[in-house]
């Protein structure tokens, strides 16, 4: 299933928008997910390249070690993001640097569930390896599940990053070090657009190619669209979907030098297109493809992704194969000679690779909101909502089902505009325990708090 690098909430009403879940599915799937800021190396079913956003965190933890004093030079970098924010936030102040990079940790904040930390990134010998020139083209993620660009200097060349995420009470009063191998930048999301071929033209281009069944040497895949997605899972699974032969000699394309076309046909009335990429920018490129009818409108189809080849693995997380193949399904009964493929993603400019690590201890905010709440939510029931300076948490119990209501959480300000969210997620745990979370764009002051909405209605 496919995880945008986005908000999960995005992530539900944009990637799975054509997909027939229940909710009770989507809340599953939504658990499976849930941000975190422990990482560990995972080999689940799971898109690899869609987790390669802008550079790859991994958090260690370990008990000991002294609070850092406050530095007064962190109000400059940080300015900002406001008086009333800077008030909220735990100054860090902690430096690595590597390959002309300086990385450094200015400020964080852990409300005891959720944790955000800002950093900035400067490239020392203004190689344009940090932003490119926009504040746009450089993120930061991977421990922490999401990521925004708050500020970019272009004369110094320094992003200003806010990392954030689900931190738990494993992280309060322990040190944390946070650690990048490796930095993008220079992002470029390309839309779909023609690729100037009909399905029913590459079928002819491409003559029947062999292929074998799958292996196991599939080690993940993903798989996204409207109608034949069971259909899908169940050949990668019982083994009946087919795989490429590799060509003697693959096709390169100027444009994309991190990649070479290694195959290519139409198997059983469906594309498929074996990708080989590099170990550099091949790791974290990222393909997309779709169809297109003649006049240029999308058409609904189901893709399939498969990663076969070597492994290789940028960090904890960051995971790639060198292979990896698409698989194009058009709706059973489509005209495939007015089906046009469409071809886009999310690409990079430069990845530079090195080390780069702080370590400081985490300390908790006491500036938290208890608001008793009791709401039956049909199966569950809303039991609290918990307001921080960075996040609101419902907390609830019992067990979700295709019945059960959703938790939708308005944070309204006294200037009364509704607080921006800029993640959620959704927790179910086996003990019947159920939390909804979502992380502002913003740090706030509790006093400037107006009002919290729950699906429309006022709490506390």
């Known amino acids: 299933m496919k995880i945008c690098e986005e908000s999960i909430r995005e992530a539900i009403d944009t990637s799975l928008a054509d997909v027939r879940l229940t909710e009770e599915r989507k809340q599953a799937i939504l658990a499976q997910c849930r941000p975190s800021l422990e990482v560990k190396c995972s080999r689940r079913?799971?898109?690899r390249r869609v987790l390669a956003l802008?550079?790859?965190?991994?958090?260690?933890?370990?008990?000991?070690?002294?609070?850092?004093?406050?530095?007064?030079?962190?109000?400059?970098?940080?300015?900002?993001?406001?008086?009333?924010?800077l008030r909220q936030l735990q100054p860090i102040n902690q430096v690595s640097e590597d390959q002309g990079i300086r990385m450094e940790v200015l400020a964080a904040i852990h409300d005891g569930e959720s944790a955000s930390v800002f950093l900035s990134l400067q490239?020392?010998?203004?190689?344009?390896?940090?932003?490119?020139?926009?504040r746009d083209?450089?993120?930061?993620?991977?421990?922490?599940?999401?990521?925004?660009?708050?500020?970019?200097?272009?004369?110094?060349?320094t992003v200003l990053l806010r990392m954030s995420g689900d931190a738990g009470e494993?992280?309060?009063?322990?040190?944390?070090?946070?650690?990048?191998?490796?930095?993008?930048?220079?992002?470029r999301v390309v839309e779909q657009t023609e690729t100037g071929y009909t399905l029913g033209e590459l079928d002819k281009l491409f003559g029947k190619p062999e292929t074998i069944p799958v292996t196991d040497s599939i080690t993940a895949y993903d798989v996204t669209g409207p109608d034949r997605m069971d259909e899908t899972i169940d050949r990668m699974e019982d083994g009946t979907m087919q795989m490429l032969v590799p060509w003697e000699q693959p096709v390169t394309f100027e444009e994309a030098p991190w990649g070479t076309l290694a195959a290519?046909?139409?198997?059983?009335?469906?594309?498929?297109?074996?990708?080989?990429?590099?170990?550099?920018?091949?790791?974290?490129?990222?393909?997309?493809?779709?169809?297109?009818?003649?006049?240029?409108?999308?058409?609904?189809?189901?893709?399939?992704?498969?990663?076969?080849?070597?492994?290789?693995q940028l960090s904890q997380i960051l995971q790639s194969n060198s292979l990896t193949e698409y698989v194009i399904l058009p709706q059973v009964g489509a005209d495939w000679e007015n089906l046009r493929l469409t071809a886009g993603g999310r690409f990079y400019d430069v990845l530079t690779k090195g080390k780069w690590s702080t370590t400081f201890r985490l300390e908790p905010t006491s500036d938290i909101k208890n608001m008793p709440c009791h709401r039956d939510m049909t199966g569950w029931t809303v039991e609290n909502v918990r307001?921080?300076?960075?996040?609101?948490t419902v907390d609830g119990h019992g067990e979700m089902n295709e019945d059960s209501q959703s938790a939708?959480?308005?944070?309204?300000?006294?200037?009364?505009?509704?607080l921006p969210i800029f993640s959620s997620s959704v927790c179910v745990e086996e003990d019947g325990k159920i939390w909804t979370r979502e992380m502002f764009d913003r740090v706030i002051d509790l006093e400037q708090v107006d009002r919290v909405l729950l699906n429309g209605e006022p709490v506390g």
Do not use: M
């Open 45 to 47: 079913t799971l898109p």
């Open 54 to 85: 802008a550079a790859t965190f991994a958090l260690i933890f370990c008990l000991g070690g002294g609070v850092l004093a406050a530095d007064p030079e962190l109000r400059q970098p940080l300015s900002v993001l406001g008086a009333e924010a």
């Open 123 to 134: 490239d020392t010998e203004h190689k344009g390896r940090v932003g490119k020139g926009s």
């Open 137 to 157: 083209t450089t993120e930061i993620s991977g421990g922490f599940a999401f990521s925004e660009v708050v500020d970019y200097d272009p004369d110094t060349q």
């Open 170 to 187: 494993n992280l309060e009063n322990r040190k944390i070090t946070v650690s990048a191998p490796a930095v993008l930048s220079g992002e």
């Open 264 to 312: 290519a046909g139409v198997v059983d009335g469906e594309l498929h297109l074996l990708v080989e990429t590099d170990d550099e920018l091949g790791q974290v490129d990222q393909l997309e493809f779709g169809l297109q009818d003649k006049d240029g409108a999308p058409v609904n189809c189901t893709v399939l992704a498969f990663y076969r080849g070597e492994e290789r």
């Open 387 to 392: 307001l921080s300076p960075i996040s609101v």
């Open 408 to 418: 939708n959480l308005d944070v309204i300000l006294k200037d009364g505009t509704t």
